[in-house]
């Protein structure tokens, strides 16, 4: 058997790679049309993506497009442009593509097809601001309700209705072409209309509804978008396409991977070294300390039970003061774990299955039975470190850290706990 540390990590792995677009998207590329295809996406899988369907596309059939990733998520292409773009919070280069992506939209014709490669991040790296608002200002607003802690269900209501792509748009777009989007799903429940901010799903949102997000989480509203979101609700104007739009008949929203396979894929690693494994849940969400002490809680109630894996995903989220230090919302999930953990000999990791927590450069981290013992020998106080949301300094100093790389895939957070190991 591995050591604690190697299972928890290779078990990430093994999540990760049940939604390697190389391998889950070859079986669901549709046969080339009669005209012409044009590939449009956008998200943190999108090279990944677009290299599997150059990889698997007839050579003499027509293909040409363009998807925007993160940066530094990039793979070599040929016959689809991959641009990088920055994430979370949208820059001129995702703006510039996506306004290019409506140019070659515009052009479809009925005998064409558009095939879209949807992931998350998609929402801020094909950001094109609706007119009368300025990117400076959705920077400003997305930035707000990240710090407040929104979910991404929040952020993505608002998103819908301030950019050009979002919220079906993509879809009204194309003109009646016939088209196919391949989803990667890293949000809870797996709704098209909610990845990437539904780009080629009906939205059943609506601008007052963006307002209410904005008002709950108090965010000051920029001249523009205050503007743009008021007028809209003001006169009910319906300025993303709704369920029963005709532009959707013709589009099938198509989700590939899920959470819940890579967790699933991941309980298949535990149990074939030997440790039964239980998947509580892909939808968990809320504020990540109060999640980390609910999974205490139920480790304490288990620590006499035999060895078990207890696997989770889904979303957590941090609200941050405004002087803060560093750390995304899976290293926050571990210090305050650890915490409530106590003298237990529980082992546990959490990491984003794209490969960067929050910012940094890391996917998350470890904990051992033994991270506090260790941090008092380093002169670093958990409680201090915790409440100034400074958990990847924590963790880096223990050399706790998991360090990926960009992973070009993103089926949100993948948690994994071990109790009652030898």
């Known amino acids: 058997m591995l050591n604690p540390r190697s299972l928890l990590v290779e078990s990430f792995h093994a999540a990760v790679a049940a939604a390697d677009p190389a391998r889950i998207l070859p079986p669901h590329l549709p046969p080339p049309p009669r005209g012409r295809t044009l590939v449009v996406g956008g998200g943190k899988a999108a090279a990944s993506m677009a290299a599997a369907v150059e990889a698997h596309w007839p050579a003499e059939a027509p293909l040409s497009g363009l998807v925007v990733t ?119 429940g797996d709704d098209p209309a909610t990845i990437a901010s539904g780009p080629c799903a009906p939205d059943p949102t609506c ?44 589009m099938e929203n198509r989700v590939i991977a899920t959470a819940q396979a890579s967790l699933k894929a991941a309980a298949r690693y535990f149990e074939q070294q030997g440790i039964p494994a239980l998947v509580l849940s892909d939808s968990v969400s809320g504020d990540a300390q109060a999640v980390a002490r609910q999974h205490a809680a139920l480790v304490h109630a288990l620590q006499n039970q035999k060895p078990l894996a207890l696997i989770s995903g889904g979303e957590t989220t941090v609200t941050l003061r405004p002087q803060h230090g560093r750390g995304g919302r899976n290293t926050e999930y571990l210090l305050a774990l650890a915490l409530a953990l106590g003298n237990t000999s529980a082992w546990a990791i959490a990491c984003d299955t794209d490969g960067i927590d929050g910012s940094e450069d890391n996917a998350g981290a470890v904990i051992s039975p033994d991270s506090l013992a260790r941090a008092h020998k380093h002169g670093l106080n958990a409680v201090e470190k915790l409440s100034a949301h400074d958990s990847h300094g924590f963790f880096a100093a223990l050399g706790d850290l998991v360090l990926s790389g960009p992973t070009r895939t993103n089926v949100n957070d993948y948690r994994a706990l071990l109790i009652g190991l030898p």
């Open 207 to 250: 601008c007052a509804d963006a307002l209410e997000r904005l008002q709950r989480f108090q965010i000051p509203l920029p001249a523009g978008i205050k503007h743009h979101l008021r007028t809209c609700a003001a006169e009910q104007i319906p300025d993303t396409p709704n369920p029963g739009d005709p532009c959707f008949s013709r």
């Open 70 to 188: 993160r940066y530094q998520h990039s793979l070599p292409s040929r016959r689809i442009e991959v641009i990088e773009a920055s994430h979370p919070l949208p820059d001129g280069r995702g703006e510039a593509a996506a306004l290019r992506m409506l140019d070659m939209l515009n052009q479809l014709g009925p005998d064409d097809l558009l095939l879209a490669l949807i992931s998350g991040g998609g929402s801020s790296l094909l950001a094109a601001p609706v007119e009368g608002v300025t990117l400076k200002e959705l920077r400003q607003v997305t930035k707000a309700l990240l710090h407040a802690g929104a979910t991404i269900h929040d952020i993505n209501t608002v998103r819908k209705h301030l950019t050009r792509l979002s919220g079906g748009r993509l879809a009204l777009a194309a003109h009646g072409a016939r088209g196919l989007a391949l989803i990667i799903s890293d949000v809870v």
